[in-house]
């Protein structure tokens, strides 16, 4: 191992004499190949054989530190102040106030009253770049240091689809108490007994137009009483004491078929011809009525019957004759037959027909008829209660 070493030396040796001598020899010496000589630059790193008074930067520069964006001392990393804070000389932020007048060189927010510089973001000081603060009016807030309108805009077509109350709310609109669309003002309907209907007030039908029973003010009884009766929306009416109401009329309480009573003829309307045209009389006179009256008592098998007077030559006879008596209920329930003639030689029928029906609902009032067989031929009659 030694012996290589030695030999080794031995050669470094000679060949450094031999390219000592070539290149001090003739010019014809071989050339000897040279080392690379280039150099790799490294990149610029800051000089820090300087310690570093200010602050380091974001690349490790030393700034000076006195910026309210670049704050710092004794070469610690710069922070940013904030709008209210300014870069004091020892590379701190503060809200200290400045020795210099506050404005756009060192406040980022507003300056007070008192020269301070404010953060500019509250509605008691808004402002931004060193402009004097301001004071926002009622309602307003202080937004990126302008003062602007805080409230909703007020309620109207271009928010609301309801209707707009008292309070300046927007409402559906809907209720009767309440009601309106577009952005108007909500009406109250109830105030005129009007329903609200698709935001709109609508009137209720009159009482009359609508109700079968009868009318209480705008409400409809649709089950008459005593107490109110009527029919086919008429004013409900109150019934005497002794009074019921049937099929909305006040009429005497229901009788026994044992009750008796009196049937009057009051006069008749008699058309001018009879009903195929021809005249009453062959040479053209006018008819002699009278009325044959009866009626069927199934229980006992016996009628009452009888004639009216008869009258001459006359289309409204007027009788105001009483033509049965002590007729029992029964008797009239089950039917009156009425037949009214013309007396000549040989009769002539004018009307013929029969009524029924409970007295009780219809006692103390005329009666008008239309006459079955022609309706140009009416007739007034009445039943009264027997004494």
Known sequence: MARSLRNRTNWVVVCVALAFAT?????????VQTQDTSVRVEPTRP??????????GDEGACLPGDESTACGAGGAACVTCNAA??????GT?????????????NCDGCCDSEGTCAAGSTAAACGAAGDACTTCGDGMSCAAGVCGDDRPPACGPANCNGCCDGTGACIAGTADSACGLGGGACANCSATAATCDAGACTAAPACADTCQGCCAGQTCVTAPTAAQCGAAGAMCMACGADETCTNGACAPNVVTPSGLWNITLVSASIPSTKLNGSSWDPGGGLPDPFLE???????????????????????????????????????IIEGVEFWFQDDEAFT????????AGDPALYS????VQVCADDPDMTYTWRIDPAP
Request: hydrophobic share 30%.
């Open 348 to 355: 002539d029928d004018i009307c013929h027909e029969i009524l």
């Open 293 to 331: 009256i009866a009626t069927v008592d199934s229980v006992a098998q016996l009628g009452w019957y009888n004639f009216s007077s008869v009258y001459t030559n006359t289309l409204n006879p007027v009788w105001n004759e009483e033509v049965l008596g002590d007729v029992t209920s029964q008797a």
């Open 47 to 56: 000089d820090m054989s300087t310690p570093c008074t200010g602050c380091l």
């Open 23 to 31: 290149s001090c020899g003739s010019d014809d010496a071989p050339a």
């Open 93 to 105: 932020c503060s809200t200290t106030p400045i020795t210099e007048p506050c404005g756009p060189d």
């Open 85 to 90: 804070e300014m870069c004091q000389e020892d």
């Open 364 to 367: 103390g009032r005329d009666l």
